[in-house]
């Protein structure tokens, strides 16, 4: 049984950082790949950013350039480092991982910026 527990958010300023943690139950070098995903209460859950076992990232567009992703092997966690917040970042962030057509999700955590 696969589990991922997010930890690090809170409430922070427009232009502040938070980093986010994804502590996996196992090694997460067998995951194909990890990634976080955001959703506002209503609206769809959004994809962020991810990270392959293989060290490729991706980004949203929306997050680009602000946020990075990463992962440490021997601590098994995934992290989310965010910079320059703004109000519109304002969401609970899930840590997602995919491995053999199966899809993982932790329980979120809440993020919260206020202009």
């Known amino acids: 049984q696969v589990q991922l527990v997010e930890s690090g958010g809170g409430a922070v300023q427009a232009g502040g950082s938070l980093e986010l943690s994804c502590a996996a139950s196992?090694?997460?070098?067998?995951?194909?790949?990890m990634g976080w995903y955001r959703q506002d209460p209503g609206m769809p859950r959004e994809w962020v950013a991810s990270?392959?076992?293989?060290?490729?990232?991706g980004y949203a567009d929306s997050v680009k350039g602000r946020f990075t992703i990463s992962r440490d092997n021997a601590k098994n966690t995934v992290y989310l480092q965010m910079s320059s917040l703004k109000a519109e970042d304002t969401a609970v962030y899930y840590c997602?991982?995919?491995?053999?057509?199966?899809?993982?999700w932790g329980q979120g955590t809440q993020v919260t910026v206020s202009s």
């Open positions: 990270i392959t076992s293989g060290g490729r990232t």
């Open positions: 196992g090694s997460i070098f067998s995951f194909n790949s």
């Open positions: 997602n991982a995919f491995r053999a057509a199966v899809t993982y």
